[in-house]
């Protein structure tokens, strides 16, 4: 699924975001920036070990921030790393520290002259986030930030599944109709 905002391109796949030729695509990481399962394993492993020498040199990325490093034998040029929220219920600020970790890695991206990046489900897998609120969050905070920033050219929304795919294209439809 593909839409147009104002001068930019989103696109919802069903994939594996590590065969992305994306200039960046983006880690849903954890605090120590210490590798793990999901995506971020996917990650590692597709990269090769360049990713985490420049993780260890960072130190570590707050919950809802975004850091940077090389793709590694990534196709990708560059791995943004965030750090979405545990859900915990609904209560304890994961909406905003999800809308978070996706802005601030939009913003990342326009600071290093990125034109594509390519984002997977953060928080929906390990961390517990229910999806459609969380493909809300993902997708609204992309499409505000379209409108006001042309700079990046393509959004995309890498999702692993196809029941992950269709509950982002049900809420891309209610955002975009
Ligand atoms: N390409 C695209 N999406 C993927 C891939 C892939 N290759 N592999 C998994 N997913 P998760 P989180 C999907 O658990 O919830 C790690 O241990 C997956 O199906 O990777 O933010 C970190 O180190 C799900 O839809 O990330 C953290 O500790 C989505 O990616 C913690 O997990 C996110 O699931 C982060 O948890």
Request: glycine share 10%; hydrophobic share 40%.
């Amino acid at each position: 699924m593909e839409v147009k905002v104002y001068k930019s391109t989103l696109t919802l796949v069903e994939g594996d975001i590590t065969n992305e030729e994306t200039d960046a695509i983006v880690n849903a990481a954890n605090t120590r920036l210490a590798g793990g399962a999901g995506v971020d394993g996917a990650i590692h492993r597709a990269g090769g070990p360049s990713i985490m020498e420049e993780c260890r040199k960072i130190g570590g990325c707050p919950t809802g921030q975004a850091v940077i490093t090389t793709g590694g034998n990534l196709k990708a040029k560059y791995v943004i790393h965030t750090v979405g929220p545990v859900y915990q219920g609904g209560n304890k600020g994961e909406a905003q520290l999800l809308q978070s970790a996706h802005l601030e890695s939009l913003k990342l991206a326009s600071a290093r002259n990125l034109k594509s990046i390519a984002f997977p489900a953060i928080s929906t897998g390990v961390y517990g986030y229910p999806v459609n609120e969380a493909a809300q969050i993902a997708l609204k905070t992309a499409i505000d930030y379209l409108r006001e920033h042309s700079d990046i050219e393509l959004v995309r929304f890498v999702l692993f599944g196809r029941k992950t795919y269709d509950i982002f294209a049900d809420e891309l439809k209610k955002l975009m109709p």
